[in-house]
């Protein structure tokens, strides 16, 4: 049984707190003894009407968040944080260095974020048509990274050195050992077939983030990739890096799936991790990310969103989808708690599409993966998505 205790609303300074949703939860009782679980969802709004959140965790506490605004067609990135125990964001400023280098058309190609050595910011994103482009006539693949002084961002790299035809979103990992991983899809030759030109590439540095290596292919030369779906990267600390993408084959299929090293992105395996047989392309993107020690990843298939352990032991090969089905299910994000008997958020849009806003909906499943609540909350602008995090206190917090 579940019963909804409270539910308000109220205005913050610089951020919008749209509901604050403490659920208990009464499971059925295995002795006779009614045991209970309080959890608390907040749901709140981008600042500045921003679109596209990405937020991430220190280990002090602090929320670490970036943004789009402005015109989708051309608009900024922006970083803001939140510091442990205070409930908005300060002190927003603007990452790229090129005004307007920035898009959020289509939800697939706006700024990732990683945490690097002693906790630098690293950034990346697709360039908008008022980006520099480089010199083989492609939009750039951008990154920039947090000053030594921690108070600006460096001016924007182009790190796209030998690529093109640069389309679906980049991502972004970095580790505490200043290892930093840019990753995108696109083309080395002019060919226009996504299923047999188009690959994965991968710029390396070992310098937090100071200099690259010009990329290199790291998915198998057959997968191809789908050009407008966003990937994900994320790296761990004891030398893993995942990227998930979608591939793209001259059979039809658009499966997902988990490239994986061991060695810090010197050699990967390949899984697939979600099939789908599906013409076009679906405009899709991916959450994933470590916690309680291991990578969890999170994908659409037919509109329903699917999640799973990934890794050497754990190959992604049993994943489980959300509870219900709408068929219009896009975007997930999703947030942990570290103790390991502890519950987890899933939050995701519906019924988004092109010039399209839709629906935030979310569910906490318990470590089994079975659902214990969910809920849903209107106003998911057009070009939106969402981010989840777990904050310290044991709560959840979904930034849409």
Known sequence: MRTTKSMKFLKEAGLTLIATLPLTILPQPASGEVITTNIQVNLVRVPDGGLQPQALVDSTGTVHLVYLAG??????????????????????????????????????????????????????????????????????????????????????????????????????????????????HGHKRTGPQEEIDRGVYLAFSSDDGRTFTPERQVNSSDTGACGCCGLKAFANNDGSLAILFRSANLAGNRDSVLLLSTNYGVTFSSTVVGQWHFSSCPMSTYALGVTRGRFIGLWETAGQIYSAWLGPDKPGTNPTAVNGATGKRKHPAFAATENPSGPMLIAWTEGTGWEKGGTLSWECVDAQGAEIVSGRSEGVPVWGSVAAIAERNGTFTVIY
């Open 71 to 184: 015109d989708p067609k051309h608009c900024n990135v922006f970083y803001a944080r939140r510091p442990v125990g205070q409930t908005k964001f300060f002190n927003a400023i603007r990452v790229n260095s090129a005004p307007d280098s920035a898009v959020a058309v289509g939800t697939v190609r706006g700024a990732q974020l990683a945490l690097g050595k002693s906790g630098r910011v690293h950034v990346a994103w697709n360039g908008s048509d008022r980006a520099s482009t480089s010199s083989n006539g492609s939009f750039p693949m951008l990154y920039s990274r947090m000053n030594d002084a921690g108070d600006a961002f460096e001016p924007q790299r182009d790190l796209m050195t030998s690529t093109t035809h640069l389309d679906g979103g980049g991502s972004v990992a970095a580790d505490p050992y200043g290892h930093v991983y840019v990753v995108w």
